[in-house]
């Protein structure tokens, strides 16, 4: 089965541009989630989605957005971009939502501001 | 969701059997015990979970405290691969957000 992919791997973009990633989780997974991780903050929760619609999010700007399509396929988008906003940003999907369900990561889309 | 506190590094020897601890002293009564690891330049790996009883599976065994406020990762025998950062981290039986720590730099030492 295969795993978690995200594309793409990396991305330069310049200040004000905005950026889509994508992230196909694992056949099956109905759930996705969206992380960003920079060495300052560590890991940071975005949002999560389940059966298209976005069950919770996290403490970060309305410049931060994203879905998901009925095939659980997800999007984020980031618009007007920061300098702060290059880090790398996870996807990870699961069977389903709730805490008993193991979540599995994809590599990463590294994205860098200028 | 509830924080966890875990040392910022450890070391252990090559083929010796390594205990991460983590605390978690909020726990709620439905959260999960979920414990992942990130190796250099890689998303975060999963290792195991468990709620209230001890968990074993192929990569590690968890063993939970009677008060839930508390839990061990153990790696049965450390190997150079399982160099990596450990994240412990609680989450509610309802939503999937998860809250990462700093978690635990493992060295393993040939």
């Known amino acids: 089965k295969a795993g978690v992919t995200q594309t793409p791997r990396y991305l330069i973009k310049t200040r004000g541009q905005q950026v889509t990633l994508s992230c196909s989780p694992i056949?099956?997974?109905?759930?996705v989630s969206w992380y960003q991780q920079t060495p300052g903050q560590g890991l940071q929760f975005l949002f999560e989605y389940f059966s298209e619609t976005q069950r919770n999010k996290g403490n970060f700007p309305g410049r931060f957005s994203g879905r998901q399509f009925s095939n659980s396929r997800s999007e984020m988008n980031v618009s007007t971009l920061e300098l702060g906003d290059s880090a790398l940003y996870l996807c990870?999907?699961?069977?389903?939502?709730?805490?008993?369900?193991?979540?599995?990561f994809g590599p990463g889309t590294r994205l860098t501001v200028t | 969701d509830a924080k966890t506190t875990q040392p910022n590094s450890m070391e252990s020897n090559e083929e010796e059997p390594v205990h991460l601890p983590c605390n978690h002293s909020?726990?709620?009564?439905?959260?999960?015990i979920h414990w992942y690891r990130q190796l250099p330049s890689q998303g975060p790996e999963y290792v195991i979970h468990g709620l209230t009883s001890n968990v074993n599976n192929r990569m590690a065994s968890l063993a939970i405290a009677e008060d839930r406020k508390s839990s061990t990762l153990i790696l049965h025998r450390a190997t150079l691969r399982d160099a990596a950062v450990y994240y412990c981290?609680?989450?509610?039986?309802?939503?999937?957000?998860?809250?990462f720590g700093t978690g635990t730099s493992l060295t393993v030492i040939p």
């Open positions: 909020t726990i709620s009564g439905t959260d999960y």
């Open positions: 056949s099956g997974h109905r759930s």
């Open positions: 981290i609680l989450r509610a039986s309802t939503g999937n957000q998860f809250y």
């Open positions: 990870a999907s699961s069977l389903s939502a709730g805490g008993s369900y193991e979540q599995y």
